[in-house]
């Protein structure tokens, strides 16, 4: 949103931070539960080579260590030696990033919880899952990759301690074939994120994008004489009929996503949506798939809340 | 009928004014809109919303808005809807003729009001108006002429203080007015008076159109009181229903001695009877209905109504050993009923005499006695001339003198035996009651016999009045005067000894008859005679004459004399008053006995007319009509509110709907379900644990700080006493049952309404069944219960006094040194409250015996009114922290120590009563078991 003015944005992302930093311990273990129900398989690389699980056994070529030599193995053989292999078991780099921009910090009455919160939880969740798979887990620009099981834990530091974190993450460090996953609402400017897009692009990273989207973004059940106001801009829009404009809403909100699924497509990312009336589980599932590779391109979880007027 | 709308407050009129301005400020603030923080606001700019966004509110919530202001305006004027008074309705002449007899008197204000207000408007339209009162004695014109003069003619017209004579008018009528050419305005009178169809049918032929109004105010009648020996009984009459009335009497200087009320039944007749002594009711001279002013409500007393007293005195009696035997049983019993009697326990017959003559005896029963005694002769003689009559019986003491000053006529020695077996004459019959004597009424009994009698010497009789004689012509009873009084003797003894006559009913109209034509004895000499020693030519002169209002006044001084009073009707020539004649006064009285008072029913006597009220019809407010529709736009404006900010949907609707449904409803069934409910929970409360009570005032502050002190002094009690008692109980006197509560405390607000009769009745009953109330006038001793005079008592004295005017309050004195609440728990001389100078009163403890049956004093010896200014509760009371709410005056602790222990005095001297006085007998008790 380069339109706005700064010191909005910016009193309001300090604020948004500061409130984020108070609730991280519960965040934190609300991610560390979620995560403890799904289970990231290392990923082996169908090589010999360093690493835990055996491979296969080759016959001892001279010149290598003696100490390499499989006794037992050889000792069934009467003509050679040989030599146990492991599967090379490399560690992957997974960058994450949330969008901590004020205007993830929403929640409407169908939530139960912010967008903020939720998309903190499931970045936590995802480094907590991702620590104990052994994968190098660090912030495009706040934490460096590092293997470890207190992966949640450092990031959670980190978020609490970053007072202004950008809604979009730096990419210089960002390698080729790293993975790199995103979780904010994709809210500004869809030149914007088409821009970005392109960045990332051209870095070679593996990017997933998970738009995490409250359910009365998606519904619009407002009615009557409304004053909307945009938390990052504090722009103002005053409507006398808000039921009136949920039709035009709702082809403007898809249109708008619909943008930012082409070019994540033309990227070749993936792209999700996540609702925080859905369990968070269910966010990380798919997370994982995309890790994992079992699942790629466009996802949309959780329903798509129906455009019924509620009280809100 | 359309009235007029009045503003009770009409210049909060003038904030009306201001509604432009208010309309101005509506218009430019539109309602608030919801404010909605919502992230995707981007997504809504510049869509196109469907209808502009006003930035002013809707104009019909302006509207709304506007008008649930302006009701509150007009409300706050206070409007009221004044019915029309407006009764005449034609262009053509008018008639009004207005009744002025004693049965208007009560509101003849109203009724000339309302003459006035039709005559003014008559006036406004020019119409002819003619106009005549029924009881005017004068014929007066009955030609139309301007409403001006009739207003004239009207202002002059009193009520009389006689029935009017509507017959007389009706004649004049037909020859004053064509059939059917006015329109008539009769203000009716309440009362009949027997000439009301005459009347009503001679205004229907010259009427084109009439109504009459008429009052529906009751109207309180006295008919003439009978003195009867159980008291005095005076019968009311009054129209429409039952209920009850009181009866005032009033003495010669007009102070108030009786008082009485009577019971009436549906048909409006009851019988208001007073007990009274003779002395107390011969003193009567006027008894009225009190609050109805009209001649009818009030009777005049005069010397024939006074009761007399009867003393009767025999010679030789059986000595109350065989009452039948007593030569004076049977004028006891003949006069009994109808006399107040006296006899004297004087050992002879001269000292009973000047007994029962110092006893204002007007008359004197002589029996059994000869001679006697030169002094008692003369002092009878001098009774005698001052008016009293000697009633005397001859007996064979008798028989032996001749010549007595004391007899009315010379008597033959010895006595007549009749039918004796030396005798050929016959038993002789009474032969006649001759007419000049009182007997004359009375029907010659013909089964009386005389045996024997004494006889009166011949050329003797000619200075005597026979007053009965017996069919051979010799007297029975003979009479004459004496000064102003005069010497009645039966020719026979008082008992049947001789004649069987104190056995017929004639003895008993007989003596009737000399006790109502005795007259009353006149100590100042002048005399009161008896009217048949009075020359009859000599005419009635008014003295004092009532007038329509029932109040005495001065006659005319062309009043004219009356020469029949006692056949004279209530007229304008004989009005109802006190006439004299030679010292004998007669009251005429607006009602007697034939009176007829049947109440006036146009439906009944033929009224072709409509009817209407006198009343005015009451006020109509409106103004909580404009409240009611101010609180509906309120909630209207509210319910736009929510819709236009889009918050209101069907089912909240729904749902408020149905709970402003069903709050009203709830509110409307459960008001009386609840009343009951907190009696019994009252009832419950009240029996389960001991309470101490309070009387609540109106006024917040004095109700809690009795609550609050009640609460000290209960905690205080629980302390230090067995007594713990439960929460303080609030009462209200009027409503709550009194009979749980031991002590109640009464703390006088000046401002509060005095507690209505009926109320007081309730607190009276409470005091009598052995219930003490504390009043606390909390004014710091500043009243004075004896001094009802003087104007110095503060209002809270004042207020007790208008409390207590209705209650029985025994004689009272400041609490004794030895009286039982100075020891009835703690030892106190003085019994201080937040301030220390005033007395406690409680209800005198005399030592006389005879005293003891006050009426007050219907309990165990507890006084059942305790007073005191030291405002008791201020000093007890404490906070829900225990601190105290009021410094006492002077600050002292010591004094507040005392104020509950005042208090701890009173609790256990309401409650256990003299047990305390009895304990300091124990000891002494004690003392005698051990021997």
């Known amino acids: 949103m380069a339109m706005r003015p700064l010191s909005v944005d910016a009193r309001n992302r300090v604020e948004t931070a500061r409130e984020l930093a108070a609730r991280l311990p519960d965040l934190l273990v609300a991610a560390k539960r979620i995560a403890a129900n799904v289970l990231l398989g290392v990923h082996g690389r169908r090589h010999p080579g360093p690493g835990e699980t055996f491979w296969q056994f080759r016959p001892y070529v001279p010149g290598e260590p003696a100490r390499q030599i499989d006794w037992r193995r050889s000792a069934r053989d009467d003509r050679h030696l040989f030599v146990r292999e492991r599967e090379w078991e490399a560690s992957q780099t997974v960058w994450l990033w949330v969008d901590l921009s004020t205007s993830m910090d929403f929640r409407s009455r169908q939530a139960s919880t912010s967008k903020l919160d939720r998309a903190v939880v499931l970045m936590l969740a995802l480094a907590e899952m991702l620590g104990r798979g052994g994968e190098r887990v660090g912030m495009p620009g706040l934490a460096v990759p590092k293997i470890g099981r207190d992966a949640a834990d450092r990031l959670a530091a980190v978020l609490a301690q970053s007072a202004m974190i950008g809604e979009w993450p730096e990419v210089d460090r960002i390698g080729r074939f790293t993975e790199l996953v995103v979780l904010s609402d994709f809210l500004s400017d869809a030149e914007t994120i088409r821009g970005r897009l392109r960045q990332l692009a051209g870095r070679g990273a593996n990017v997933h994008l998970m738009q995490v989207f409250d359910p009365a973004e998606e519904a619009f059940p407002y009615e009557g004489r409304v004053e909307f106001r945009d938390p990052e801009t504090d722009m103002i829009w005053l409507t006398e009929r808000a039921g009136g404009l949920r039709g035009d809403y709702h082809e403007r909100l898809a249109a708008h996503r619909e943008s930012v699924e082409t070019y994540a497509r033309q990227a070749g990312f993936s792209f999700a949506v996540h609702h925080t009336d859905r369990p968070a589980s269910e966010g990380l599932l798919f997370l994982q798939g995309w890790l994992s590779g079992v699942v790629a391109g466009t996802v949309h979880t959780g329903h798509v809340a129906d455009a019924e007027p509620t009280a809100a | 009928m359309i009235g007029s709308l009045t503003f009770l407050s009409p210049w909060l009129l003038l904030a009306l004014a201001a509604l432009p301005l208010i309309w101005l400020i509506l218009r430019l603030t539109p309602p608030r809109p919801r404010q909605i923080a919502f992230p995707p606001t981007r997504l809504l700019i510049d869509l196109e919303d469907k209808d502009r966004t006003p930035s002013r509110t809707p104009w019909w919530l302006t509207l709304i808005r506007l008008a649930l202001i302006a009701l509150l305006i007009l409300a706050l004027a206070e409007p009221v809807l004044r019915p029309d008074t407006k009764l005449t309705t034609g262009d053509g002449p008018l008639f009004v003729v207005i009744d002025n007899g004693w049965d208007s008197a009560p509101d003849f204000a109203e009724r000339v009001a309302a003459a006035e207000a039709t005559l003014a408007e008559a006036g406004r ?99 003439p009181a009978e003195n009867r020996a159980d008291g005095v009984h005076v019968p009311i009459v009054r129209t429409g229903s039952g209920g009850t009335i009181d009866v005032a009497g009033f003495d010669q200087e007009g102070r108030r001695i009786l008082a009485g009320s009577a019971t009436l039944d549906a048909d409006g007749v009851g019988v208001a009877a007073i007990e009274l002594p003779a002395e107390i009711r011969n003193a009567l001279a006027r008894l009225a209905v009190a609050g109805e002013s009209s001649a009818g409500a009030v009777q005049l007393l005069d010397g024939r109504w006074q009761r007399r007293a009867v003393g009767l005195v025999a010679g030789e009696s059986a000595g109350g050993s065989q009452p039948l035997l007593e030569p004076l049983t049977y004028v006891q019993r003949a006069l009994g009923p109808t006399s107040d009697l006296l006899t004297s326990d004087a050992p002879s017959v001269s000292e009973a005499v000047m007994a029962l003559v110092e006893r204002d005896a007007s008359i004197i029963a002589l029996t059994e006695t000869g001679t006697l005694p030169p002094d008692t002769t003369e002092a009878l003689s001098a009774w005698i001339d001052a008016g009293g009559t000697l009633l005397r019986f001859a007996s064979p003491n008798l028989a032996a003198t001749t010549v007595d000053a004391l007899l009315p006529v010379r008597l033959r020695q010895g006595e007549r035996a009749l039918g004796g077996s030396l005798s050929w004459e016959e038993p002789q019959a009474i032969g006649d009651f001759p007419d000049s004597g009182p007997f004359a009424a009375i029907d010659v009994p013909a089964d009386v016999v005389v045996n024997r009698q004494v006889l009166a010497e011949p050329e003797a009789l000619r200075s005597a009045e026979v007053w009965a004689e017996l069919r051979d012509g010799t007297p029975l009873v003979t009479a004459a005067a004496r000064g102003s009084g005069r010497i009645v003797l039966f020719h026979v003894t008082a008992d049947p000894r001789w004649s069987n006559l104190p056995l017929s009913g004639a003895f008993v109209d007989m003596l009737n008859a000399i006790v109502e034509t005795g007259g009353a004895v006149e100590r100042r000499g002048s005399g009161d005679a008896p009217a048949e ?59 007697s006995d034939a009176t007829p008072l049947e109440p006036l029913v146009p439906s009944a006597i033929g009224w072709q007319g409509r009817t209407a009220s006198l009343e005015p019809r009451p006020d109509t407010p409106i103004w909580p009509w404009l409240l009611v529709a101010a609180a509906l736009l309120a909630a209207l404006d509210g319910l736009a509110v929510l819709a236009l900010s889009g918050r209101l949907t069907r089912r909240f609707a729904t749902a408020t709907a149905s709970f402003a449904v069903a709050a009203v409803g709830f509110a409307a069934l459960s008001n009386g379900a609840f009343a009951q409910e907190r009696d019994m929970e009252r009832a419950l409360e009240a029996t389960n644990v001991t309470q101490l009570a309070y009387v609540v005032t109106g006024n917040a502050a004095i109700d809690e700080t009795s609550r609050a002190g009640l609460t000290g002094l209960s905690i205080y009690l629980a302390d230090r006493t067995a007594l713990e008692p439960g929460d303080p109980a609030p009462i209200d006197v009027a409503r709550d049952e009194l009979v749980f509560y031991a002590l109640i405390y009464w703390p006088i607000d000046p401002d509060q309404e005095t507690p209505s009769p009926e109320t007081m009745a309730r607190v009276d009953t409470f005091m009598k069944n052995g219930g003490t109330i504390l009043f606390d006038t909390r004014d710091a001793g500043g009243f004075t219960i004896f001094d009802r005079n003087s104007g110095g008592a503060t209002p809270e004295a004042q207020k007790l006094r208008e409390i207590l005017a209705f209650v029985d309050v025994p004689p009272l004195e400041p609490v004794p040194p030895d009286h039982v609440l100075t020891k009835a728990f703690y030892l106190l001389s003085e019994f201080p409250g937040r301030w220390a100078n005033s007395e406690m009163w409680v209800e005198s403890i005399s030592d006389e015996p005879l005293l003891r049956d006050r009426p007050a004093r219907g309990g165990d010896g507890v006084s059942p009114i305790i007073i005191t200014g030291n405002d008791l509760a201020a000093a007890w009371a404490i906070d829900d922290n225990g601190l105290w709410l009021y410094p006492t005056v002077p600050s002292d602790p010591r004094q507040r120590e005392m104020a509950f222990r005042s208090g701890v005095n009173v609790v256990m001297y309401s409650l256990t009563g003299n047990y305390k006085a009895d304990q300091v007998h124990v000891p002494a008790l004690l003392e005698r078991l051990g021997q």
């Open chain 2, 533 to 591: 020693a009075q020359d009859a030519t000599t005419p009635w002169q008014p003295v004092e004459v009532l007038d329509g209002y029932g109040d005495l006044g001065a006659p005319d001084p062309d009043a004219a004399l009356v020469a029949d009073i006692r056949n004279a009707q209530p007229s304008a020539e004989t009005p109802p008053g006190i006439y004299d004649r030679d010292g004998g006064l007669f009251a005429l009285n607006a009602v």
């Open chain 2, 125 to 223: 339209a020019g119409r002819p108006v003619a106009f005549a009162a029924t009881a005017e004695p004068i014929a007066e014109s009955l030609a139309p002429e301007t409403a001006a003069a009739a207003e004239r003619r009207l202002a002059a017209i009193e009520p009389r203080p006689y029935l009017p004579d509507r017959a007389a008018l009706a004649e004049r009528l037909s020859d004053a007015f064509d059939a059917d050419s006015v329109e008539v305005l009769w203000i009716g009178g309440a009362l009949d008076g027997g000439d009301g169809a005459v009347f009503a049918n001679a205004l229907n032929a010259i009427a084109a159109d009439g109504v009459v109004l008429q009052s529906e105010r009751p109207l309180a009648m006295m008919r």
